[in-house]
DNA sequence: TCGCACATGTAACGTGTTACATGATTAG
DNA sequence: CTAATCATGTAACACGTTACATGTGCGA
């Protein structure tokens, strides 16, 4: 999935600025799908008009700077609807913290807690911004995979708080001890 | 977290060739970290050598071409350790199924209901595959990891069962009154 | 005999990030 | 007066993928 498809996505709901597109991308629902950045979305949307799938108007504004309006096309819904018949591509998920949790056993026991708290509150904090989403959503569908993001973070906020400990348990106990020592 | 750091983390268990580490990534369970190709790896490898963080033995095989067996050193162990205590990047998530989720009423009733029942199918294929790795698998640290994979697909799992249809019900019913028409 | 698994490696290409250039207004 | 927000855009760079080159042995 790449920037070229996540603008057509986001104007297929409406008129937006690059600038508008880029805080969707990061912020907004749209950030379950792409965190992308003003390198990749001014081109894209340059590419996008030159191909005749979107247009703009630049609107100036008094006290900022002016604004460039992009707008879908019909052949730009068209072709972004057409791509939503291709097979999707499988989900990609990659965790740092997945990668230190293996290797628990070569860090101290502080350290690991640390971050497992850390995870924990993220989790938690991720979990209250999408429940706060949701109530000002009106839109069905974004309710339905806010829903299904809640799920899953939830899951992984059980787990974290339930077997936290075991991992802890694996870790090194030296700084403990050197600790205890002095 | 690039091609770099998942091969030092794999070199860390033991002793591999660029095409086992290939494999590992795509399949064994680092593939929840990375899914990289050999045009990364080995040279990532071989840049890996160059700085002193592994060393690397040609053993010939009969029958089969010969394999560069490569080690980690002490150097390299320490390298890897080191990058477990600097900030953790946050995880990522990209799903192409989410975006198409979210334009289910532009599509029809019974594409949505197709592809929700292949997501239904494979997040099942996953977790079985998960439950049967978590069995022969004696490192704690791995089945911990995977206990949290499993929770976390089998949450989604869940959620798409009974709340599928209600995805569905926002879907277009275009197709089915056509064929209905005929 | 066809294609796959084993095994290493390079070159061209694609895609995206970071940092920079530019510049006004507003809130602290 | 400093930093942030608004706003667009480019150039250099990083990182990774795909396709290719090369070659053997084994099973269907």
Redesign the pocket.
Known sequence: ????TICLAILHDGKA????I??LSVEGEFAYF?????????????KLEADGLVT?HVEP?????????YAITSAGRRAFIQSLYEPLEKDEFRSQFLLFARYASELPASLVEERLCGRLASLKRGLDKMSEIAECEDRAEDKWIIGYGISCLTAAHTYLQTHMNELVALARQDEATSEAAE
Do not use: C, H, W
């Open positions: 999935m790449n920037v070229r600025t690059g600038y508008e880029r805080k792409v965190d992308a950045s003003y390198g990749s979305i001014y081109p894209a949307l340059a703009s504004q008094d006290g900022k700077p002016a604004k460039k309006v």
